[in-house]
């Protein structure tokens, strides 16, 4: 059987927030540091961006961050990133550029997973049909119409399908309208489940508590999903990856070392 050959976690910022943001109807004036996350899978057929962090540009620039980041105040802090934490320079690391990535696989369209595209012009990019056409309903939050404005040269994918060999995309809707999970194998650990902002969190995963936001307030679908991601694991015997748990993150090996 074919297998994904390496996963490395890339942290491309951190932010700030309240608690009840991760985890729905707890933590009202807890605020928790989280970390911003994207993955790079390597594959026999390529590699693959699992999301891809924030756009730099709006956060280093003053009046940007000010723009679009001041109105989440005082439940989000603006994100921290530096120049060192783009995915460029992660890939420069690795003696990649850009055009070695075959496959960025949005999970869903928040700023601080869709944002970094401007830093990889020209790549091949999936989105769930049902996100893009929320998305452009702008009925939810969280997502910066600039940041969508190519989505006409996007690959938009319906339900579940393989990604690449070993790659599988998993259908978690709830936090999001067409929130996607990713299944990995790996030739030699457990396969790894990236959850996405299904899971922002590991209680998200042991107690199946929602996420604080929830697409139409449909708390009920985002709990389906965790419930699904955690059936999923038991059957497979795969490690499950919240999304913003600096805890989980930690435990990790540190980039540039991989998963395999």
């Given at each position: 059987m074919?297998?994904?050959?390496?996963?490395?976690?890339?942290?491309?910022?951190t932010?700030?927030?309240?608690?009840?943001?991760?985890t729905?109807?707890r933590?009202?004036?807890?605020?928790?540091?989280?970390?911003?996350?994207?993955?790079?899978?390597?594959?026999?057929?390529?590699?693959?961006?699992?999301?891809?962090?924030?756009?730099?540009?709006k956060i280093?620039?003053?009046?940007?961050?000010?723009?679009?980041?001041?109105?989440?105040?005082?439940?989000?802090?603006?994100?921290?990133?530096t120049?060192?934490?783009?995915?460029?320079?992660y890939?420069?690391?690795?003696g990649?550029?850009?055009?070695?990535?075959?496959?960025?696989?949005?999970?869903?369209?928040?700023?601080?997973?869709?944002?970094?595209?401007?830093?990889?012009?020209g790549?091949?990019?999936h989105?769930?049909?049902?996100?893009?056409?929320?998305?452009?309903?702008?009925?939810?939050?969280?997502?910066f119409?600039?940041?969508i404005a190519?989505?006409?040269?996007?690959?938009?994918?319906?339900?579940?399908?393989?990604?690449?060999?070993g790659?599988?995309?998993v259908?978690t809707p709830?936090?999001?309208?067409g929130?996607?999970?990713?299944?990995?194998?790996l030739?030699?650990?457990?396969?790894?489940?990236?959850?996405?902002?299904?899971?922002?969190l590991?209680?998200n995963?042991?107690?199946?508590v929602?996420?604080?936001?929830?697409?139409?307030?449909?708390?009920?679908?985002?709990?389906a999903?965790?419930?699904?991601?955690?059936?999923?694991?038991?059957a497979?015997?795969?490690?499950?990856?919240?999304?913003?748990?600096?805890?989980?993150f930690?435990?990790?090996?540190?980039?540039?070392?991989?998963?395999?």
């Amino acid at each position: 059987m074919a297998r994904a050959l390496r996963l490395w976690p890339l942290l491309t910022g951190t932010q700030r927030y309240e608690k009840v943001v991760s985890t729905r109807n707890r933590g009202h004036g807890q605020f928790i540091e989280a970390p911003i996350l994207a993955y790079l899978i390597e594959t026999p057929n390529g590699r693959i961006l699992y999301d891809v962090g924030c756009d730099y540009g709006k956060i280093a620039d003053p009046e940007l961050r000010a723009k679009f980041f001041d109105p989440m105040r005082p439940l989000f802090d603006p994100p921290q990133m530096t120049e060192e934490q783009r995915i460029p320079n992660y890939l420069h690391r690795l003696g990649l550029t850009p055009k070695d990535i075959d496959v960025v696989f949005l999970g869903h369209l928040h700023f601080d997973h869709a944002g970094g595209l401007c830093d990889l012009p020209g790549c091949d990019v999936h989105v769930n049909c049902d996100e893009l056409a929320a998305a452009k309903t702008k009925l939810g939050s969280g997502i910066f119409e600039d940041e969508i404005a190519r989505s006409d040269q996007w690959h938009i994918q319906s339900g579940e399908y393989e990604v690449a060999k070993g790659v599988y995309a998993v259908a978690t809707p709830g936090h999001t309208a067409g929130h996607m999970s990713l299944f990995i194998e790996l030739p030699q650990g457990k396969p790894v489940i990236l959850c996405g902002d299904a899971a922002d969190l590991s209680e998200n995963l042991t107690d199946e508590v929602a996420p604080g936001y929830c697409w139409q307030d449909n708390e009920a679908l985002a709990i389906a999903s965790i419930r699904k991601l955690n059936d999923l694991a038991r059957a497979e015997k795969a490690e499950l990856w919240p999304n913003h748990d600096f805890a989980f993150f930690n435990s990790q090996p540190s980039f540039p070392t991989w998963r395999d």
